[in-house]
């Protein structure tokens, strides 16, 4: 942050290190190595062809959930694993709360920091679900039969 210092003033370092106070962040820059490693090891075609499965597989179940409204393209073509939705007459919260707490199915909700959005959308709020490499289909068939539970 400083270049020089003595007992009556300081020099500041010019920018960007002057807005670097304290010890630099190591220990995330060798997690992300890590991770970066990771990625690549599984390979970013890989991992992208199984989001792109995976996507398609939950809109398809979803489809089959009645008063079910997701939001977005309707085929995994310009779009990636996350899925916003909401279900006819159930609040959004309530939905992810009955999941996380009944099905330990833990799905976000809300605005998503995208008011303007959800104003032109007409919502206050969606369920979104986030799906990556970790996700396999047995958990969207989980997840569907939760959803059907609740809807019955």
Known sequence: M???VD????KWAKPP????AGTPSIADGVALNTAIQY???????NIQKHEEEL????????????N???YGPKTTQNRSGIISFNIKNINHHDLANYLNENHNIHIRSG???A?????????????????????????????HEAILNLTK
Request: aromatic share 10%; charged share 30%.
């Open 2 to 4: 400083i270049s020089d």
């Open 7 to 10: 007992l009556y003033e300081s």
């Open 17 to 20: 290190w002057k807005f670097e």
């Open 39 to 45: 990625l690549e090891k599984l390979g970013m075609e």
């Open 55 to 66: 996507t398609k597989y939950t809109l398809n179940k979803l489809k089959t959930i009645n």
């Open 68 to 70: 079910i409204k997701t």
């Open 111 to 113: 605005h998503h920091c």
């Open 115 to 143: 008011q303007p959005l959800m104003k032109k959308l007409g919502v206050k709020g969606t369920a979104r679900i986030s799906l990556y490499i970790y996700n396999i289909k047995e958990d969207i068939d989980t997840l």
